[in-house]
């Protein structure tokens, strides 16, 4: 017999790694367990978000590696709380996006959840991106719904900044509105760059980025992406940022640590530019996602901010890297209860809708 706990497992396009957390009913967190992905599984699925031979197969095989290691996640999550997976009503699971292509009708995330339902024994709600597609959205960002949730303040205006490997924002507005859309690259380019000349799996607190310099030039020419002038519905992935997008913006000369710099105030110019154009009035930024604990991005988006109060999440009684998996079990929660997990407004679907697809445990 259930009493309406609810998990959350994410793996993010950073691709560092599992954030499970198990949650109650009133959206209070009462474990959460972070994980690397196992290195063989990390390297495949970032191969797979490009093509390359025999994919069917290898897509099959790392859903599963990706279903074992969920489920070991889960089960840590379970313990850590001393709950038994017979008290989880549900668990939303993300899986791995290695193709985002909404424009082509398809989002596609990684997870065998036939596999997790057998190894946990618990309800598996995943695949919570494709019917928003089906109706027309962008099938992201879903989160902004959770924020409103969770961090929205009557009469305020309100901003929730989500820095993983890609930038999201969620305007909650103080008439009641919900607005949100991708702001493009946060981490994943500074990752990807960082481990090509330094090796590592990112650049602790911004530290080699604060080092260089800004290439004006450089700059510019990276701002000059189409992306970032699109209206909002708009998301992105690294279907469009990878290094290979970044090579083709002229490199040639620029010393490399200059190239670092210049990718974190991207990322920052690319959230400002955002918060202007769509939400001129707000003062207030609730950062979560790993690039919280960036102190050389969070110093480069107050320098273009500084009207605005910047806090972590955690402030707001939710700490940075538990917030996106806590938003997949509440929308667990929405699934079992069949209310909708997408904000049309978001999205651009033609209405709203249930997301998720059920493996009964
Ligand atoms: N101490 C730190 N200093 C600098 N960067 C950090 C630190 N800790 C985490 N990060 C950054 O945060 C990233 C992970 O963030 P997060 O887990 O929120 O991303 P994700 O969930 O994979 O991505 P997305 O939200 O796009 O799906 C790391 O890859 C790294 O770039
Ligand atoms: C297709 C996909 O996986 N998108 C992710 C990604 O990571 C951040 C940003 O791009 C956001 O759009 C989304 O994740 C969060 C959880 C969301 O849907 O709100």
């Known amino acids: 017999m259930s009493d309406r706990l609810y998990a959350g497992l994410m793996s993010g396009t950073s691709l560092d790694g599992i954030d499970a957390v198990l949650m109650d009913a009133e959206l209070r967190v009462l474990a959460h367990s972070f994980g690397p992905l196992p290195s063989a599984l990390r390297a495949e699925l970032l191969a797979l978000n490009q093509p390359g031979d025999n994919e069917l197969e290898r897509a099959a095989l790392a859903a599963n590696a990706l279903a074992d290691a969920y489920a070991e996640r889960l089960a840590e999550a379970l313990a850590l709380a001393q709950v038994p997976a017979g008290r989880v009503r549900a668990v939303g699971a993300h899986g791995q996006t290695v193709r985002h292509r ?76 919900t607005r949100g859309f991708d702001t493009g690259p946060a981490n994943v380019l500074l990752d990807a760059w960082h481990h090509r000349h330094r090796g590592g799996a990112y650049d602790a607190d911004g530290a080699w980025a604060a080092s260089g310099q800004v290439h004006a030039e450089l700059l510019a020419r990276l701002c000059a992406e189409p992306y970032f002038a699109l209206p909002p519905p708009r998301s992105t992935g690294r279907d469009l940022f990878d290094l290979d997008w970044l090579e083709r913006q002229g490199l040639q000369g ?13 990322t920052a110019w690319s959230v400002a530019e955002a918060l202007q154009q769509q939400a001129p009035q707000t003062q207030e930024l609730i950062v979560c996602g790993g690039g919280a604990f960036n102190s050389d991005l969070l110093r480069r988006l107050q320098a273009r901010l500084p009207a605005f109060q910047i806090i972590s999440s955690a402030t707001r009684g939710l700490p940075p890297m538990q917030v996106e998996a806590a938003a997949f079990a509440w929308l667990a929660k929405a699934f079992v209860e069949r209310q909708p997990g997408n904000l049309p407004a978001v999205t651009g679907a033609t209405g709203s809708r249930v997301l998720g697809a059920l493996y009964p445990a």
């Open 254 to 266: 620029i010393a490399p640590v200059d190239v670092q710099a210049s990718l974190a105030e991207l």
């Open 102 to 177: 909404p424009e082509r009708g398809y989002t596609l995330q990684l997870l065998n959840g036939a596999r997790l339902a057998e190894r946990s024994g618990i309800d598996v709600v995943c695949d919570l991106r494709s019917r928003d597609v089906a109706a027309g959205g962008q099938g992201a960002p879903l989160v902004p719904a959770f924020h409103r949730e969770v961090f929205s303040r009557p009469g305020v205006d309100v901003a929730v900044l989500n820095l993983g490997g890609m930038g999201n924002l969620s305007l909650l507005g103080a008439d009641g509105q």
